[in-house]
Protein backbone atom coordinates (compact mmCIF):
# COMPACT_ATOMS: atom_id res chain seq x y z
CA UNK A 1 0.00 0.00 0.00
CA UNK A 2 1.28 3.06 -0.90
CA UNK A 3 1.24 6.25 1.46
CA UNK A 4 -1.86 8.24 1.62
CA UNK A 5 -2.50 11.82 3.16
CA UNK A 6 -4.14 10.86 5.72
CA UNK A 7 -2.45 11.20 9.13
CA UNK A 8 -3.28 7.94 10.71
CA UNK A 9 -1.26 8.76 14.22
CA UNK A 10 0.10 12.06 15.69
CA UNK A 11 1.25 13.14 18.60
CA UNK A 12 1.41 16.98 20.33
CA UNK A 13 4.15 18.11 22.64
CA UNK A 14 4.16 14.45 23.95
CA UNK A 15 6.72 13.92 26.93
CA UNK A 16 7.62 11.45 29.33
CA UNK A 17 9.49 12.09 32.38
CA UNK A 18 10.80 9.25 34.76
CA UNK A 19 10.83 9.65 38.52
CA UNK A 20 11.24 12.69 40.34
CA UNK A 21 13.31 15.65 41.94
CA UNK A 22 17.50 14.24 41.78
CA UNK A 23 16.39 11.20 40.27
CA UNK A 24 14.28 12.73 37.42
CA UNK A 25 14.83 12.22 33.73
CA UNK A 26 13.08 13.54 30.53
CA UNK A 27 12.82 10.69 28.44
CA UNK A 28 10.70 11.88 25.59
CA UNK A 29 10.56 16.38 25.50
CA UNK A 30 7.94 17.78 23.85
CA UNK A 31 8.21 15.62 20.53
CA UNK A 32 5.67 16.42 17.31
CA UNK A 33 4.79 13.96 14.63
CA UNK A 34 2.30 12.66 12.02
CA UNK A 35 2.20 9.34 10.90
CA UNK A 36 0.11 8.53 7.53
CA UNK A 37 -1.84 5.49 6.76
CA UNK A 38 0.54 3.04 4.43
CA UNK A 39 3.88 4.54 5.75
CA UNK A 40 6.80 3.35 6.90
CA UNK A 41 8.18 5.30 9.60
CA UNK A 42 11.60 5.22 11.06
CA UNK A 43 12.70 6.55 14.28
CA UNK A 44 16.61 6.83 14.51
CA UNK A 45 19.11 7.58 17.30
CA UNK A 46 21.31 6.63 19.52
CA UNK A 47 20.98 3.74 23.07
CA UNK A 48 19.06 6.52 25.70
CA UNK A 49 17.69 8.70 22.79
CA UNK A 50 14.05 7.46 24.17
CA UNK A 51 12.92 5.36 21.13
CA UNK A 52 11.46 2.37 23.17
CA UNK A 53 9.88 5.28 25.86
CA UNK A 54 7.96 7.02 22.97
CA UNK A 55 6.96 3.36 21.62
CA UNK A 56 5.49 2.06 24.76
CA UNK A 57 3.40 5.60 24.84
CA UNK A 58 2.45 5.04 21.81
CA UNK A 59 1.40 1.46 22.43
CA UNK A 60 -0.06 2.59 25.99
CA UNK A 61 2.01 0.44 27.68
CA UNK A 62 3.73 3.30 29.37
CA UNK A 63 1.84 6.37 30.54
CA UNK A 64 2.02 10.67 28.58
CA UNK A 65 3.19 12.90 31.31
CA UNK A 66 2.05 15.46 28.70
CA UNK A 67 0.97 16.09 25.72
CA UNK A 68 -1.65 14.54 23.63
CA UNK A 69 -1.63 11.67 20.84
CA UNK A 70 -4.30 11.02 18.08
CA UNK A 71 -5.62 7.80 16.72
CA UNK A 72 -7.43 8.12 13.19
CA UNK A 73 -8.21 11.93 13.71
CA UNK A 74 -9.73 11.83 17.25
CA UNK A 75 -7.50 12.12 20.73
CA UNK A 76 -7.10 8.63 21.83
CA UNK A 77 -8.77 7.36 25.01
CA UNK A 78 -7.30 4.28 26.22
CA UNK A 79 -8.35 4.99 30.08
CA UNK A 80 -10.81 1.77 30.62
CA UNK A 81 -9.36 -2.13 29.94
CA UNK A 82 -12.20 -2.27 27.62
CA UNK A 83 -11.03 0.46 25.21
CA UNK A 84 -6.83 -0.58 25.74
CA UNK A 85 -8.03 -3.69 24.03
CA UNK A 86 -9.74 -2.41 21.13
CA UNK A 87 -6.57 0.10 20.23
CA UNK A 88 -4.64 -3.24 21.10
CA UNK A 89 -6.45 -4.48 18.11
CA UNK A 90 -5.33 -1.92 15.93
CA UNK A 91 -1.41 -1.48 17.29
CA UNK A 92 0.70 -3.63 18.06
CA UNK A 93 4.65 -4.55 18.37
CA UNK A 94 7.26 -6.70 18.20
CA UNK A 95 10.33 -5.63 21.02
CA UNK A 96 14.25 -5.82 21.17
CA UNK A 97 13.95 -8.89 23.20
CA UNK A 98 11.19 -11.21 21.73
CA UNK A 99 11.30 -13.84 25.14
CA UNK A 100 10.39 -10.40 27.09
CA UNK A 101 7.32 -9.65 25.24
CA UNK A 102 5.15 -12.40 27.23
CA UNK A 103 5.09 -15.38 29.43
CA UNK A 104 7.80 -17.85 28.79
CA UNK A 105 6.15 -20.27 30.45
CA UNK A 106 3.27 -20.57 27.73
CA UNK A 107 3.54 -22.92 25.09
CA UNK A 108 3.80 -21.60 21.35
CA UNK A 109 0.60 -22.84 20.87
CA UNK A 110 -1.36 -21.03 23.77
CA UNK A 111 0.65 -17.86 22.29
CA UNK A 112 -0.73 -18.37 18.85
CA UNK A 113 -4.48 -19.20 20.16
CA UNK A 114 -4.57 -16.13 21.76
CA UNK A 115 -3.88 -14.19 19.17
CA UNK A 116 -6.48 -16.23 17.22
CA UNK A 117 -9.20 -15.32 20.43
CA UNK A 118 -8.17 -11.60 20.28
CA UNK A 119 -9.08 -11.17 16.99
CA UNK A 120 -13.04 -12.26 18.08
CA UNK A 121 -12.64 -15.65 16.65
CA UNK A 122 -12.58 -17.63 19.76
CA UNK A 123 -15.20 -19.63 18.86
CA UNK A 124 -14.20 -21.27 15.76
CA UNK A 125 -13.62 -24.88 15.51
CA UNK A 126 -10.44 -25.82 16.36
CA UNK A 127 -9.38 -27.72 13.34
CA UNK A 128 -9.83 -24.21 11.46
CA UNK A 129 -7.82 -22.43 14.31
CA UNK A 130 -4.86 -25.17 13.78
CA UNK A 131 -5.28 -24.09 10.03
CA UNK A 132 -4.64 -20.42 10.55
CA UNK A 133 -1.67 -21.11 13.14
CA UNK A 134 -0.28 -23.23 10.90
CA UNK A 135 -0.63 -20.85 7.93
CA UNK A 136 0.74 -17.87 10.09
CA UNK A 137 3.60 -20.48 10.71
CA UNK A 138 4.54 -21.17 7.03
CA UNK A 139 5.05 -17.65 6.54
CA UNK A 140 7.59 -17.23 8.55
CA UNK A 141 8.65 -20.55 7.23
CA UNK A 142 8.46 -22.08 10.72
CA UNK A 143 6.42 -25.58 10.59
CA UNK A 144 3.45 -25.38 12.88
CA UNK A 145 3.09 -28.79 14.09
CA UNK A 146 7.14 -29.21 15.22
CA UNK A 147 6.54 -26.16 17.12
CA UNK A 148 3.13 -26.75 18.95
CA UNK A 149 4.24 -28.27 22.09
CA UNK A 150 7.37 -26.36 22.72
CA UNK A 151 8.15 -23.52 24.58
CA UNK A 152 9.83 -20.05 23.92
CA UNK A 153 13.02 -21.27 25.66
CA UNK A 154 13.11 -24.07 23.12
CA UNK A 155 13.52 -21.91 20.31
CA UNK A 156 16.37 -19.56 19.00
CA UNK A 157 16.51 -15.68 18.86
CA UNK A 158 15.55 -15.83 15.28
CA UNK A 159 13.05 -18.94 15.39
CA UNK A 160 11.29 -16.70 18.27
CA UNK A 161 11.43 -13.00 16.43
CA UNK A 162 9.88 -15.19 13.32
CA UNK A 163 6.81 -16.43 16.20
CA UNK A 164 6.56 -12.40 16.81
CA UNK A 165 5.83 -11.57 12.88
CA UNK A 166 3.39 -15.06 12.87
CA UNK A 167 1.79 -13.50 15.71
CA UNK A 168 1.02 -9.93 13.93
CA UNK A 169 0.39 -12.34 10.69
CA UNK A 170 -2.97 -13.55 12.91
CA UNK A 171 -3.60 -9.98 15.14
CA UNK A 172 -3.20 -7.93 11.39
CA UNK A 173 -3.26 -4.20 12.99
CA UNK A 174 -3.34 -1.51 11.29
CA UNK A 175 0.23 -0.37 12.63
CA UNK A 176 3.08 -2.25 13.86
CA UNK A 177 5.59 -0.98 16.08
CA UNK A 178 9.08 -2.53 15.84
CA UNK A 179 11.38 -1.55 18.36
CA UNK A 180 14.94 -2.95 17.30
CA UNK A 181 13.51 -6.09 16.45
CA UNK A 182 16.54 -7.32 14.49
CA UNK A 183 19.12 -5.88 16.97
CA UNK A 184 19.79 -9.43 19.30
CA UNK A 185 19.72 -12.00 16.78
CA UNK A 186 22.81 -13.34 14.67
CA UNK A 187 23.34 -11.60 11.26
CA UNK A 188 22.20 -14.36 9.04
CA UNK A 189 19.11 -14.16 10.54
CA UNK A 190 19.12 -10.03 10.53
CA UNK A 191 18.40 -9.91 6.69
CA UNK A 192 15.21 -12.85 6.82
CA UNK A 193 13.46 -10.85 9.88
CA UNK A 194 13.89 -7.97 7.70
CA UNK A 195 12.38 -9.12 4.49
CA UNK A 196 9.28 -10.94 6.50
CA UNK A 197 8.35 -7.78 8.22
CA UNK A 198 7.90 -6.00 4.91
CA UNK A 199 6.85 -9.22 3.27
CA UNK A 200 4.45 -9.31 5.62
CA UNK A 201 3.13 -5.34 5.25
CA UNK A 202 2.21 -6.27 1.53
CA UNK A 203 0.41 -8.80 2.79
CA UNK A 204 -1.94 -6.80 5.54
CA UNK A 205 -0.96 -3.05 4.07
CA UNK A 206 0.42 -2.29 7.65
CA UNK A 207 1.65 1.17 8.53
CA UNK A 208 5.05 -0.09 10.30
CA UNK A 209 7.00 2.54 12.82
CA UNK A 210 10.32 1.38 12.77
CA UNK A 211 12.37 1.97 15.57
CA UNK A 212 16.20 1.42 15.14
CA UNK A 213 19.97 2.85 15.73
CA UNK A 214 21.19 1.99 12.33
CA UNK A 215 20.49 5.21 9.76
CA UNK A 216 21.82 2.80 6.81
CA UNK A 217 19.18 0.46 7.27
CA UNK A 218 16.25 3.19 8.28
CA UNK A 219 17.15 4.76 4.39
CA UNK A 220 17.02 0.95 2.80
CA UNK A 221 13.26 0.63 4.39
CA UNK A 222 11.27 4.18 5.05
CA UNK A 223 9.08 6.81 3.31
CA UNK A 224 9.58 9.24 6.53
CA UNK A 225 12.38 9.56 8.80
CA UNK A 226 12.61 10.98 12.56
CA UNK A 227 16.13 11.69 14.07
CA UNK A 228 15.71 11.28 17.98
CA UNK A 229 18.48 12.68 20.14
CA UNK A 230 17.98 13.48 24.32
CA UNK A 231 14.72 13.41 24.09
CA UNK A 232 13.82 15.07 21.22
CA UNK A 233 13.31 14.77 16.98
CA UNK A 234 16.44 16.96 15.86
CA UNK A 235 15.53 16.28 12.36
CA UNK A 236 12.47 14.66 10.03
CA UNK A 237 11.67 14.41 6.87
CA UNK A 238 11.69 11.94 3.80
CA UNK A 239 14.12 9.55 3.68
CA UNK A 240 15.60 11.29 0.96
CA UNK A 241 15.65 14.72 2.64
CA UNK A 242 17.30 13.54 5.56
CA UNK A 243 19.19 11.37 5.09
CA UNK A 244 20.82 12.80 1.54
CA UNK A 245 20.41 16.20 2.68
CA UNK A 246 20.85 16.25 6.85
CA UNK A 247 21.00 18.98 8.39
CA UNK A 248 21.40 18.60 11.95
CA UNK A 249 24.68 18.15 12.96
CA UNK A 250 23.64 15.00 15.15
CA UNK A 251 21.87 13.52 11.80
CA UNK A 252 25.46 14.30 10.27
CA UNK A 253 27.52 11.70 12.72
CA UNK A 254 25.13 9.31 12.59
CA UNK A 255 25.23 8.98 8.63
CA UNK A 256 29.59 9.04 9.05
CA UNK A 257 29.54 6.52 11.70
CA UNK A 258 27.97 4.07 9.55
CA UNK A 259 31.07 1.68 8.61
CA UNK A 260 32.36 1.87 5.06
CA UNK A 261 33.41 -1.65 4.18
CA UNK A 262 34.92 -0.30 0.79
CA UNK A 263 37.47 1.84 3.58
CA UNK A 264 38.17 -1.25 5.13
CA UNK A 265 39.21 -3.17 2.12
CA UNK A 266 43.02 -3.64 2.08
CA UNK A 267 42.81 -2.97 -2.32
CA UNK A 268 46.52 -3.79 -2.27
CA UNK A 269 46.09 -7.45 -1.35
CA UNK A 270 43.46 -7.95 -4.11
N1 LIG B 1 11.47 2.64 33.31
C1 LIG B 1 12.37 3.62 33.35
N2 LIG B 1 12.61 4.30 34.50
C2 LIG B 1 13.51 5.31 34.55
N3 LIG B 1 14.24 5.72 33.49
C3 LIG B 1 14.04 5.08 32.32
C4 LIG B 1 13.10 3.99 32.19
N4 LIG B 1 13.14 3.56 30.90
C5 LIG B 1 14.03 4.34 30.26
N5 LIG B 1 14.58 5.25 31.10
C6 LIG B 1 15.58 6.29 30.74
O1 LIG B 1 15.02 7.08 29.70
C7 LIG B 1 16.00 7.40 28.72
C8 LIG B 1 15.53 6.88 27.36
O2 LIG B 1 15.54 5.46 27.37
P1 LIG B 1 14.93 4.57 26.20
O3 LIG B 1 13.58 5.08 25.89
O4 LIG B 1 15.06 3.16 26.59
O5 LIG B 1 15.92 4.92 24.99
P2 LIG B 1 16.32 4.07 23.69
O6 LIG B 1 15.23 3.09 23.40
O7 LIG B 1 16.48 5.12 22.62
O8 LIG B 1 17.62 3.41 24.00
C9 LIG B 1 17.30 6.80 29.20
O9 LIG B 1 18.00 7.80 29.90
C10 LIG B 1 16.84 5.70 30.15
O10 LIG B 1 17.81 5.46 31.12
MG1 LIG C 1 15.34 1.00 23.06
Not at 120 to 128: C, V
Not at 226 to 244: N, P, Q, R, S, W
Request: hydrophobic fraction near 40%; include cysteine.
Amino acid sequence: MAKSDEVFLSGRGVTKVYGFGDKKTVAVNKVDFDFHKGEIISIVGESGSGKTTLAKMLLGLHSVTSGEIYYNGKLRDIRSTRKKRAYWKGIQAIFQDPFSSFNVFNRIDTLLLDCINMRGQKDLPYDKKVELMTEACSFVNLKFAELTKKYPFELSGGQMQRLMIARIFLLKPQILIADEPTSMIDACSRATILDMLLKLREEINMTIIFITHDIGLAYYVSDSVYIMEHGVFVEKGTADDVILHPKADYTKRLINDVPKIYEEWDLSTV
